[in-house]
């Protein structure tokens, strides 16, 4: 049982009202990589970077559990580079640089041995390459998530639909779904989107918590609240990496276990906004994991 | 047993994305006591209103368990008016027009056999009135829950301050939390408020949910996700009676009780919305009230 993660590996640099970093490591599948590694010991990432990426920090998702066969490193070229600034509210941010550099022609290559994983996390990026990844797969996985934003619905919205017909799980933000929906209520949204592909939809309000909606039922789990918000960027990709960990850990794709698994991806999301970038995922445990799930399960239980 | 509410009574001409009402009769007060009605027959009412409004309205909420004995009726005034009209999103609203009329001098008298109510719900109203109505209480109730608004903390918020020593629950909003704290987490805005008076917070965020924090603990109810919000007008009045009109039925202050309180408090609210004004809840049984609570376990339950 294996979880195939596609996304950006890459370096951000961020500023939030607490400071800010210079060129740090990020990317989608970097943090989607890190949360599920502590359900899972069996990952394979298929990314691209620039020569100018460290070692040290493919090493560090080897330790990880990722295996790094899929991971292109281009000669002469440079990794893919973000830097924003969050607002007060840590809700919104703006971009101030973008430099695509590898991304710009990046054609995800599986290896052989990737090509039967059980289970298939797409993260966010260009939808026409997500549906590459899912035209080499030799085998349809147990689930396949995807993770995509409004970047690519204002600009590729026909190829991002294409793909959404062959995926299963759906995690986008409020905002996104309904843009994608065209209609405000989100459960008016969520039976539109449902439509449209994944018979699962998660969409990710933040600090207000994710929404799971499929089978016609809705389930709803809280954001931790806490005292710092520090950095919320990859959060959304460690919900992801959590959420996908879990279910492969347990082999379950049930709604009941699509639960469970929201809840564990909002944990992870917990830790992830704790400290710039990677840094609180790099450096918490099992046990630490283990007490904060008993924290969402008493933040959310009641008896009436 | 019984609770005493004091808060509004007042006509509200109310326009929404769905539509638009003429002069109807809304008010804290009123919201309050209908919620409450459902979990309570003891409900005492002290308010104020011209000799404009209807007798047929006073009669709908002595059905509604409400002992109208407290409500004062001033000849040749009239009863308090306001008109607002709701954005798209139904988070922000405009005030377009606000009466004041028989609230401008509104000076609370307790009947005597109110003063020795068991619950006291002081509805949105100048703090200084809340104030006067706690001054007159022969006993200590059981729990005292104050609501309030930005409006109050813009104008006369040592007023506000000074009301707050005295009471167990403060409801507000979260803009509000971090209005009153002057901090923007809400764990730390608890914190700070809870050493002003209130030993618990309830922090109502609209379709977002609603957070209770209290010893040392947070409780998080989500808000029931749906197809149409109608009229947000009174969903925080009728979380006010269903919360309070809770834990009179049960008889029950601890902690683990305002829990459900809050979740029978999310459960009015989400009537309230579906329909302009108070219609909703004046058309509700007490069967669609167990199936809306059923709906928020099966939104909000997990087993890992």
Chains 1, 2 share one sequence.
């Not at 493919?58 to 292109?72: A, F, P, R, S, W």
């Not at 090509?115 to 260009?126: A, H, I, P, T």
């Not at 309904?178 to 933040?206: D, N, W």
């Not at 005292?227 to 990709?237: I, L």
């Amino acid at each position: 049982m294996s979880i195939l993660i596609v996304g950006t590996v890459a370096f951000d640099a961020i500023e939030t009202p607490f400071g800010k970093t210079d060129k740090i490591v990020g990317g989608a599948a970097t943090y989607i990589s890190l949360a599920a590694s502590f359900f899972s010991d069996k990952l394979r990432l298929v990314s691209v970077v620039g020569d100018d990426f460290p070692q040290e920090a493919i090493t560090m998702l080897e330790k990880h559990n990722v295996d790094t066969d899929g991971l292109q490193i281009k000669k002469g070229e440079k990794t893919f580079f973000w830097s924003g600034k969050y607002h007060n509210d840590m809700n919104s941010r703006d971009t101030i640089d973008t430099q695509l550099n590898v991304l710009e022609t990046f054609d995800p290559v599986l290896p052989n041995n990737f090509k039967d994983s059980e289970y298939l996390m797409l993260g966010n990026l260009v939808p026409s390459v997500q549906q590459k990844v899912l035209d080499q797969m030799s085998s349809k996985p147990k689930l396949i998530v995807l993770d995509t934003m409004n970047f690519w619905m204002d600009n590729c919205m026909d190829d991002l639909k294409e793909a959404l017909k062959n995926v299963d799980v759906l995690t986008i933000n409020d905002e996104e779904a309904r843009q994608l929906s065209e209609v405000y209520s989100l459960v008016k949204a969520a039976k539109i989107i449902q439509k449209m592909g994944p018979k699962y939809l998660v969409i990710k309000k933040g600090e207000h918590g994710a929404l799971l909606f499929g089978e016609d039922k809705t389930f709803f789990a809280p954001a931790l609240p806490l005292e710092n918000v520090f950095d919320p960027t990859g959060a959304g990709d460690s919900f992801a990496g959590g959420f996908m960990g879990h279910i492969q850990k347990t082999g379950d794709v049930s709604f009941e276990n699509l639960k469970s698994a929201v809840i564990y991806g909002s944990v992870m999301a917990s830790f992830c906004v704790e400290k710039f970038g990677t840094e609180r995922l790099t450096e918490i445990t099992q046990e630490d994991v283990k007490e904060r799930v008993n924290e969402f399960v008493s933040l959310s239980s009641f008896a009436l």
